[in-house]
């Protein structure tokens, strides 16, 4: 090591203790939504072991005569739920099985379960109303339509700059051993435990953690849109995107297409659709007869197409019928365009089909879900979440010990600030690729120097101090 390299004004490109500020107060935003989405998502992952067993009483139903035919089910439904008209008809899970069949109401979608014999009414339930869809809606948007959605995405976009920063923080300096950064020392005092439960938790879930976060963007209302704007400008947009993007406005009981990547009430083409025509003219999209949906039954159903499997009648755009594999699993999907009038095959689209982002996405969604490659997926979902959990836990206990009596406990900001030129490179890299942190970035800096500094309790109490005021 030469001189030059030891001399006392040669810095590295990130100050450390700067990093630990914007480490600081990511973390004070966002932990109680990673705490939130932790335990949301943590349910959400058993979508396919939980919606069966909430469906126990409809699976296994006494049938002792001859099945009635898909049309009679699909008329029961739609007298179950005046004024509504036929959105798709899901293949029964088994002989013995309940028919699922969506109708759409007043821009509301139903859940009607019809007695594969009988045609008795054994429920009905709106969508929006069923359990894995009410956490899917906490998870991704609180409940709150695009605003919840732009929220989550903005809490989303702080929680990948906290595991950046903290894997910083956490590089072993100086020729340190692997105690306190692969595993906890145990010998050190209650702090010390803490701080390395906190490092060490830290950097065996980060890639995992940053895997989630990332994968969860194409969802969002903000980051959603800003990729499709992407695709529009480089010719790779396609008509019906296989993930929703934000929430339907406008539409309050409708589930969007693939909405959390299980059985749903609506195909892409048809949401699309409705999103154009705000909910109108049910009738116009709908044929008054039903009957092609036996012919298509017997079409589909040898296919063996991933559950659940849906038919829907033609939209206003086309005079075909559809088929789509709504499977979780997005690898495993297939789209069909069907004409209702001799059955035949008129278009079918594969995973393998469709455009490398879209294959992509799928792949990371499917993945996010916890359904990409079976339980040991599920078990890496909860494994992350729990380390996200212990994460959150250990950096509050740390805060909670080391702050001083009244004032917040940031770290001390640096006297002396220089421009980092690798920060500012990495700053603008993070703004464009996550538009909600560069924007958010920017206000946060403005109040700060505008508002924050002028007021001298709030100015104290966040830590920043005079010194602070004159460099920056």
Not at 128 to 144: P, S, T
Not at 304 to 328: G, H
């Amino acid at each position: 090591m030469t001189t030059a390299d030891q001399s006392p004004s040669r810095k590295p490109w990130f100050d450390y203790r700067a990093v630990w500020r914007w480490h600081f107060y990511a973390g004070l935003f966002c932990i109680p939504f990673v705490l939130f989405l932790a335990v949301t998502g943590s349910i959400y992952l058993f979508r396919p072991q939980i919606e069966p067993w909430l469906d126990r009483p409809y699976d296994h139903l006494v049938v002792t005569g001859h099945p009635a035919s898909a049309e009679a089910r699909v008329g029961a439904a739609l007298a179950a739920v005046p004024g509504s008209v036929l959105h798709s008809y899901e293949l029964p899970k088994s002989p013995n099985a309940a028919t699922q069949i969506i109708v759409k109401r007043r821009a509301e979608d139903v859940r009607v379960y019809v007695h594969p014999e009988t045609l008795q009414i054994l429920k009905t339930v709106k969508e929006m109303d069923r359990l894995m869809n009410v956490i899917f809606y906490l998870h991704g948007e609180l409940l709150l339509k695009n605003t919840g959605s732009t929220i989550v995405e903005l809490a989303a976009s702080w929680a990948i700059i906290m595991i950046v920063t903290g894997l910083y923080l956490w590089w072993p300096r100086q020729g340190r051993g692997l105690a306190g950064v692969v595993y906890p020392r145990f010998n050190g005092g209650t702090r010390l435990f803490w701080r390395d439960l906190h490092a060490v938790t830290g950097v065996w879930v980060s890639s995992l953690a940053l895997f989630l976060l990332v994968t969860g963007l194409p969802w969002a209302f903000v980051w959603g849109s800003y990729l499709q704007k992407v695709r529009d400008l480089t010719h790779t947009a396609v008509a019906k995107p296989d993930w929703p993007v934000g929430h339907p406005e406008g539409e309050p009981g409708q589930v969007p297409p693939a909405a959390a990547g299980g059985t749903t009430a609506i195909p892409a083409e048809h949401a699309a659709h409705m999103a154009r025509a705000g909910g109108k003219g049910e009738a116009a999209r709908n044929p008054a007869d039903y009957s092609p949906i036996d012919r298509l039954v017997g079409v589909v159903a040898p296919l063996s197409l991933a559950p659940p499997v849906l038919i829907s009648p033609p939209d206003k755009d086309s005079p075909n019928w559809t088929a789509r594999s709504e499977a979780q699993n997005r690898t495993l999907r297939v789209d069909l365009v069907l004409d209702g009038t001799t059955g035949a095959i008129l278009k079918r689209e594969d995973f393998k089909d469709r455009l490398l982002v879209d294959r992509l996405v799928g792949i990371g969604v499917a993945a996010h879900e916890g359904q990409l490659f079976g339980w040991p997926n599920q078990l890496l979902g909860v494994l992350t979440a729990s380390g996200l959990i212990l994460l959150s836990v250990s950096s509050v206990n740390m805060w909670w010990r080391r702050r001083p009596a009244g004032v917040l406990g940031a770290p001390d900001p640096i006297q002396n600030p220089r421009f980092s030129i690798g920060l500012g490179v990495l700053i603008l890299i993070f703004a464009v690729y996550l538009p909600l942190f560069g924007l958010s970035m920017l206000v946060v800096k403005i109040i700060e120097k505008l508002i924050l500094r002028r007021i001298p309790a709030v100015r104290d109490w966040l830590g920043l101090t005079m010194a602070a005021i004159r460099s920056g």
